[in-house]
């Protein structure tokens, strides 16, 4: 486990260590004290070590969760070594990190999985099933939006310098919007973009996508804040009525205004999963190594999100603000 860090200890150690497929040997930190620290803290007693280099020898794979500059370096010196790497989001700080990574990967012919561990919440897999099958009719438009005042700290505080992490909150946040956004609909045919950034990481941003495809045109919104509380969630106008994403999936159908039909698989005489997103997402990176396969989330999905992520940014406009208001208005 590569990163000591809030995400480590949040989320990636603990769905390590639930899961019978997998043993922690290792924690790796540039600060020692740090990751024993941690290893304290979960009651662990695994190799502590300053550098990966000292452990790629007594490992299959790693998970690395430090600031996002770091990510390519790390991910190709495990790679070269053999070692397969479940990178967290993003995959790296720009698309040509990325595909340094995929390269290296490909040759040596090794799996590298992103976490976007939303994927694994059954609503995401199952509403890419129901687009594809148009199950509400032709998709009209959709409105997406996340926002908190503040957020998570990373322990180094990587998050508040850009060419640390990357941008701001598009990064941070709306990254895991994007994946999905490129896993329900594909690549947008055309977008806008606009933040509050003044040459340092946007705490607000508002992005527009417009696709045309299969004979159906349609537009969506997507909207991400660090400093105004927003409700998450995404709202799709379809031809057959209002879908509704938010914990689930909630169908209004238009010619029944007055119904909320709620949508989930059939899980049969299973019972259901009890695993979480993270080790759920731990899980199939392990098995994509074993089974020589793709993960959910491969290192080209992965890029995909960098890809859209600069496109972005690159045809950036100021979002006008008043003070700490900001209008998110089209």
């Not at 370096?73 to 040509?96: H, Q, R």
């Not at 099933?129 to 148009?134: A, G, H, I």
């Not at 689930?248 to 259901?272: D, H, K, M, T, Y």
């Not at 997103?277 to 960098?306: H, T």
Request: glycine share 8%.
């Amino acid at each position: 486990m590569v990163g000591a860090g809030s995400v480590m200890a949040a989320a990636h150690l603990p769905a390590a260590l639930s899961s019978t497929t997998v043993q922690v040997v290792a924690l790796v930190d540039p600060t020692v004290e740090r990751a024993s620290r941690l290893a304290h803290e979960f009651g662990i007693s695994p190799r502590v070590t300053e550098t990966v280099g000292e452990i790629l020898p007594e490992i299959d794979g790693a998970v690395i969760a430090t600031p996002n500059h770091t990510h390519c370096e790390l991910a190709l010196e495990c790679i070269e070594a053999g070692v397969s790497c479940l990178i967290e989001k993003p995959l790296a700080t720009s698309v040509s990190e990325g595909e340094a990574i995929i390269r290296a990967a490909e040759q040596h012919r090794i799996t590298v999985a992103v976490s976007y561990p939303f994927r694994f919440v059954g609503s995401v897999p199952l509403m890419r099933t129901l687009l594809e099958s148009q199950h509400f009719g032709k998709l009209r438009r959709f409105a997406y939006q996340v926002g908190t005042r503040g957020g998570w700290a990373p322990v180094s505080g990587y998050n508040l310098d850009r060419r640390s992490a990357g941008g701001g909150v598009l990064v941070v946040t709306g990254t895991h919007f994007l994946d999905q956004l490129l896993y329900w609909f594909g690549y947008p045919d055309d977008f806008e973009y606009q933040d509050d950034s003044l040459g340092g990481p946007e705490a607000n941003a508002l992005a527009v996508f417009r696709y045309s495809n299969s004979g159906s045109t349609f537009e969506g919104m997507a909207r991400f804040s660090k400093t105004v509380p927003l409700k998450e969630g995404i709202v799709m106008e379809t031809a057959q009525g209002i879908v509704i994403v938010r914990d689930g999936i909630r169908f209004r159908p238009r010619a029944q205004p007055s119904l909320e039909i709620l949508l989930q698989r059939r899980s049969g005489n299973q019972q259901p999963s009890q695993k979480g997103m993270f080790q759920l997402q731990l899980e199939d990176f392990v098995a994509a190594c074993r089974e020589k396969r793709e993960p959910m989330v491969s290192a080209r999905q992965g890029l995909e999100s960098l890809r859209l992520i600069e496109a972005l940014y690159s045809r950036r406009s100021p979002m006008k603000t008043d003070g700490y208001r900001f209008d998110f208005k089209r």
